[in-house]
């Protein structure tokens, strides 16, 4: 009953920006922390950031000063703001809920995961 649905992705140069949505339905959106992954192809998932239910957030060192996680409880909508993006930032990236606390994933798919996406740094 979980659904995900991620937008925002798409082509962007060096230095440039992107900001990311994930629109949440099928359970208590406010009580569950929210999580943003992402994979490359070939690569691990790797969690990027995560906003717990009341708004307290973590990032991943690679993305500290760049990505702001946020959340808007009252649209049931979990947001990544990214700048500065790199060409190793390209990824596919995933929205998670989970009740306790975000963690990493070995895998970017299951229950309560978006279907993801496409985010292209390139010149």
């Known amino acids: 009953q979980v659904q995900l649905v991620e937008s925002g992705g798409g082509l962007v140069q060096p230095g440039g920006s992107l900001r990311l949505s994930c629109a949440a339905s099928?359970?208590?959106?406010?009580?569950?922390?929210m999580g943003w992954y992402r994979q490359a192809p070939g690569k691990e998932c790797e969690l990027v950031a995560a906003?717990?239910?009341?708004?307290?957030?973590n990032y991943a060192d690679f993305v500290k000063g760049r990505f702001t996680i946020s959340r808007d409880n009252a649209k049931n909508t979990v947001y990544l703001q990214m700048n500065s993006l790199k060409p190793e930032d390209t990824a596919v990236y995933y929205c998670?809920?989970?009740?306790?606390?975000?963690?990493?994933?070995?895998?970017?798919?299951?229950?309560?995961w978006g279907q993801g996406t496409q985010v292209t740094v390139s010149s």
């Open positions: 099928g359970f208590i959106f406010r009580a569950y922390a």
């Open positions: 998670h809920a989970e009740l306790i606390a975000i963690s990493p994933s070995s895998r970017c798919a299951g229950n309560s």
């Open positions: 906003i717990s239910g009341f708004g307290s957030t």
